[in-house]
């Protein structure tokens, strides 16, 4: 499972991608998770199964949709309480939820 995280840059998803690195880990899953800017999503989206955008850039959503859409990958906003708490658990199953 490949899953894209959009950012606008900061530090706390590289955090959230750790976690959710050690839940996958925990659960035996094997995922390649990294998170990008907005701005280089173009560039990646073609490698994810996922793509998940962090709140702060949730007013991407749209666009990135219509990005997803063309290559049938699913696109969401994370929660903000999960990105926020950096629950990798919970941000893994809402990942993977999408996938089915």
Known sequence: MNILLC?????????LVQRMEQAAQEKGIVARIWAVSAGEVKQHIGQADVLLLGPQVR????EMKK????LGIPVDVIQALDYGTLNGKNVLEFAMGLKK
């Open 7 to 15: 950012c606008a840059a900061g530090m706390s998803t590289s955090l």
């Open 67 to 70: 990005e997803g859409d063309a």
């Open 59 to 62: 007013y991407k959503l749209a």
